[in-house]
């Protein structure tokens, strides 16, 4: 669907030409028959030392258009001949007010979720996940966290107790909130320096399952795969991709970026790997064009959404099958 | 008109947010009640040795998506309030066949032509002229031409005779294939070095007048301006600005950029003064973004395209006046 | 006074060389006979688009350091010879907290006016001129303000009243909040596009009296310097220099560029004619290394801030001849 | 040979010095004697998205100038104790004008061949090995061809058969000219995403045999490169490297960046062992300087073009040992 | 200790504020107690194609300051609680002078040695390693030598003689001077093109153990380590780690890059192992902020350096336990 | 002459194309009929802060083999028509060692001012004057000095008499020297702050003429030439040309960048009205492309190049005539 729109712009236009949406997927607010809609969330107030991750959906969006085409090679087949996508836009926010922007997130990405559709949303800084987990949560909750991240991001609180939303607290506020079910959940690539807070026992005394980066390098990509679904079972899913999970010199677009981190086949090779999980949700996070080199972590984002969609579609054609 | 949509958006929404159109304006092909649609040509095999230009129209749009306002405060007016104005998106083209993307282009532009509207095109390069010409011309040519820019691009051709179509020839066709009425067009801001087939003179023999730089910094803007009025007359004007008239210091992502061309305050002295004239058709070109410094270029560009719409709004008010 | 220290570095050390601090001027917070205390704010939470001018007081000492020497060429002496002169270093603040950074800078800058020192700050957004205002008003105010800007900040609110606090508010908070007499006060520069509460008509219905950029280049510099002069009298004077009031093209590096701005002689011609005026506090905003080109904008703000210091130095000097 | 005009330049003359040509070998169109042609082949008017290619010859030159040093640290001698290796310049091409530059490039490349020297030609966009491939088959042919890239480049045509000679559609047209034989060629990295024309299964009916990234990540280095043996023979083979098979953070300089791709060692590890191979004609295509980030893609393909000359050595030392 | 001083800080200020030191350690020469001096070398007139190493400790400051946390979430602790570091701030150099700079460098730094500290140098370029050498080996001399490197730097001298000190003779002149025992010291990570004087044989000649990349890469982290210990014994140990022995796509900003090196992962694997060496002084030298790509090689620069203390740690936690 | 060979390349070949050199000029060193020799010295290491000025020749030399056309559009001749001008490539230098640099580049000149040749020379940093004048001077001195600059670089000697050539330096030497004579020299453009050792009181002692750039600024371009003119009688001259007299805006690319320079307009209005003068040597020195923004200073730089060619051809013209 939406094939002969998109075909007819390859005949005759230069992938550099036209309206930037995200694969140059149609823009609509539309519900009717969506199954993903993505969304951009272009908000980065939550605290990042290195702010600009306003900027990663336009980014992301950009880099889409001009190097994806829609055929994944190695799965054998076009998600889009399964799915119905749709680009849905971007939330309203306010930069300089937190919590009414996570209300105007969360007021804005409901209607895809009630339409029965999956968010697919770019951040954004990760503060974004809170009101996005409680769109879906709402309707689907308390979720399975597929979490991938060199942070935990389960501080409690940032300045003396002064700051409890902002990037860094995400998923302490989720748990708190009944939006996820640590017991189904699981963070995966945590790496470089800490501050008390942030210690992975700190996470695990929340209930969560923890993978730091030198276990997922050790398991490798099928492994670290099996050890997700084993975790998740067959719960509902939220996937949340901080895209500073990988290496510095991969992704150097981001707001807090780690040394060791992962490189692409080991990405790809996890994530191609979680197929037939059940997602309610997905967003990925903290791309910074603004610090990026070359667009590497903006054209890296955009393949990884795009491996996202496909995990959506093989879930739906393999339903029906 | 349109009002209501944008001013909501601004309610909620910070101006890095959303899909990216000019100043946010609509994105549409449909011409009914239209003034002004500002369409992209994103087109730059016309022989510049710095290509690039095909990212012109996507990085003017963004510029003016994040810094322009509504209301002109010189003027002391808001253009859209009298103006309709659409993103029209881009035409198609088809960088490995220049002929073929004229015939495009030209297609594609004719119906804002038909519908009354006044195309605003940004540029590719200045080979794209010659289509946008053709489409403007055959309703309402021949034309007069106001020409800024350091080139006059009246070459007969290059490479011993075997190219004949592009940015440095595009004017001599035009006065070939008629579009255009010399004797009613001037060409200003000449400057650089030179070869034969670009002098000065060879443009008065095809019956152009030519202000190089040095006249018009000598004149200043209100003198330069009222030059061009004494020129036009009351023709239909046919405005093309190639953005390399400008220093290389306020616009070095250009094709050719050049030293000792004209400063900011010195264009926007001319073109508000331009106010009266009669456009059938406006573009603005060679803005190359890979070769940009800070975007530096993109948002003159951007503020020089608020401008033309400007002028437009002042000569319809005033007619209805 | 400070010299033994600065001259024996500079016999044994590249520029290149050493901890930065403004000019390489001690850093310390003992305020003990201190005449003015260079201080950063690095907030930028304040709603630009452009964020990142967080990172502008870094950026500013580290050219200072590099390209900045100790005597004023046209004003034929050395400002530190009559002046003693400290980098503070950087008030506290929390991005995502805007009202209590705002307390927390007024907090950290109110010793140094205390101490009978000015504070010569270095921005961050424009929103920081307003706890800065507080700082110095409560012992000098109200204060006649003399504003270079291309934006005159005194809108009323943003997203439908949502947003009291930011750098397009600030001046007209410092109305509200007694800190500034706008009978007193000038602003200069205003240039670019605006909406509704940015015109002039608004400036003035406060009673500040309005110089725009087309005004300022038709007066030239001495004829400005006058105006303001003649604006301000005998008042106590706070300078807030937003580096947009330059032309994009010579301060690309800043939140809200706009075309057609002051060029650097212009704005050194008019600043160093502000000699005589008796400052209590001056701030230069809204560098955005994020953006700059080449560092030209931080350079150039460096600069400018050893004119603010020399002018400071020449009150002294004359002063106590 | 030629060492002594190198040697007496490297002991009075950084590195950083002279007139830049690869790896300072003299640029003569002198073939007396020559063994190896490095030739550049500046057009990138083939269809990439991404243009600017034309820049590559020039950016790998420079960079081969600054870092390269003559003795080949593995293998253990100096491939130009060896070779005779000469800087041909650039062939002659018209942006313009795509099938006049192909045979003005296989014009301009032919006497290399015809003298018994191997060219080494540098793109430009990977179009431009249709016009050096008719070149070298036509002494030669057909060839076997070794071609690493993330894509197959055998798309019958673009937009709708318009458009039937660009960098997607070069092997299919060499196959139809019969300049290779895809019975004894063979493709390797392929990699991203796809759409119908790009699919490995329409290589293989045209007889090529493929190994995607995936399975030459699988195989490693050792066992690709036997398999290139096996396939190849005792063949005259002509290898065309597109730099995009590398992962776009190690080679993000380049028009169609794809993430998941070959890593240096990968890469180096392959190549070293092609020692053997009879190659009368080599290329290096798709670096484009004006996406690169610090050169690192420069820096990448000129080391290649080193390792490329060693092979050319050994084979030549091992014939007449 | 310097504990309350640092999280007062990090309660009320957000990462990016403040006068820049080593992750905001304290800048003093007070030396009493002191454990580890980190110290600036801003010299890089040793001989680099690419200069501007200069700006190195500057840029590994920034970094450092922005994105390093206290905590070593792998070995568990906070070197920080075990050991006293400061910010020394940089030695004198004098650009034009080296063998002037190298007696500033050593007299500047011999205090750190005597008060029994040991010194951790942030380059400037490889040249320093000679001056620092020089006054940890009145001390402690002759040391064993673990040296990261794609070069061994034991040329004897360029330029046909005429230059004995470099970058590139450092270690030979150490051998020379008596500084270093060869025959407990090792280099690794040997890449790319070389030229005679460069040769691993060379190396060997002088009494060194060479791992070249290749066999490092082969023995993998833990056996890699294992060889150092082995070769090193108990000794006193000066580690000087070159950032050009990364590959250049993870550590482009360096002043020779070479293809083929290690990966973050690799280096990280082999530092954290070489904890128990006895060091007496270490360097990180040849980051070269004019030629880095988003800041990522002083990122990782600055991560190293973290190791590196942690290193220091662990030596003094485990003697004293 | 020459003419041939350089239009045959226009015609089949874009400007992007081919081994680069000074507008495409032969690259030679036989000097039998040369007029004037284009000569680079890529030496940097005379003191600047931002070292790279080494890299100005090749930045030069590209861009003028991009954006520059043989035909001089205001004067209305091809200075080419009357004058052979090579490119001789570049002087050998070592970075280490200025003296011995020194005595290399005036031994690498001199052989071009006794074939009767006029060396136009890109600099490399300032102090690179020094032994070009001694290479000129040897025939022509003592010569007058037209110097434009925002420094007078007559400081005694840096770091407390240690060093004593450098950039700062070089025109005190020169008049120690006996190779100029300051009764006949003039001073152009002094902008920024200084400190003792750079007043320009300092130059007037030594017997030279200084015009501050407020008094170029006040004179306009018309009366500086004419000061000029009747300065220098009719003496031998020797032109260098500092391209850090441009304002910081325009030309970023420096070593010492100052606000409130000259701007482009300016700087043609003054350089072509010294046609007249009797040149014995030129340079135009401190371009260092690691600084630049959008190559603009390396633009302006080659423009100004063909414009000192220009003055050259014109004496030739004219004596002729």
Do not use: C, W
């Not at 009630?114 to 769109?135: C, F, I, M, Q, T």
């Amino acid at each position: 669907m939406e094939k002969s729109q998109i075909q007819a712009a390859s005949e005759l236009q230069s992938r550099a030409a036209g309206i930037t949406t995200f694969m140059k997927l149609p823009h609509t607010r539309d519900l009717a028959g969506v199954d993903v809609a993505v969304v951009g969330v272009p908000f980065d107030s939550g605290g990042a030392i290195r702010v600009g991750a306003r900027f990663g959906p336009g980014a992301i969006r950009e880099q889409s258009k001009l190097y994806l085409r829609r055929f994944h090679r190695t799965f054998g087949f076009t998600p889009f001949d399964v799915l119905k996508v749709v680009d849905y836009g971007d939330t309203p926010v306010i930069p300089e007010l937190i919590e009414t922007s996570f209300d105007l997130i969360t007021g804005d990405v409901a209607p895809i979720v009630e339409a029965g559709a999956v968010p697919l949303s770019l951040g954004g800084d990760h503060a974004v996940s809170l009101p996005l987990l409680r769109a879906v949560a709402r309707r689907h909750g308390p979720l399975s966290l597929v979490h991938f991240d060199s942070h935990q991001d389960i501080v409690d609180s940032y300045y003396g107790g002064r700051v409890r939303y902002n990037n860094g607290t995400v998923f302490r506020r989720a748990v708190e909130e009944g939006l996820i079910d640590p017991s189904r959940s699981i963070q995966l690539g945590m790496n470089g320096t800490v501050f008390p807070g942030m210690f992975p026992q700190e996470s695990e005394a929340l209930g969560f399952q923890v993978l730091p980066v030198e276990r997922v390098a050790e398991l490798g990509p099928e492994r670290t795969a099996a050890a997700v679904h084993e975790r998740v079972g067959g719960a509902k899913v939220y996937l949340s991709f901080d895209i500073d999970v990988m290496d510095v010199s991969v992704a150097p677009g981001t707001g807090a970026p780690e040394v060791g981190g992962l490189f692409p086949r080991e990405a790809l090779g996890i994530v191609r790997r979680l197929a037939g999980l059940d997602f309610a949700g997905i967003d990925l996070v903290e791309v910074n064009p603004l610090f990026d080199a070359a667009n590497m972590t903006s054209i890296l984002a955009a393949n990884l959404v795009f491996e996202f969609i496909t995990l959506l579609a093989i879930r739906k054609r393999d339903q029906h099958a």
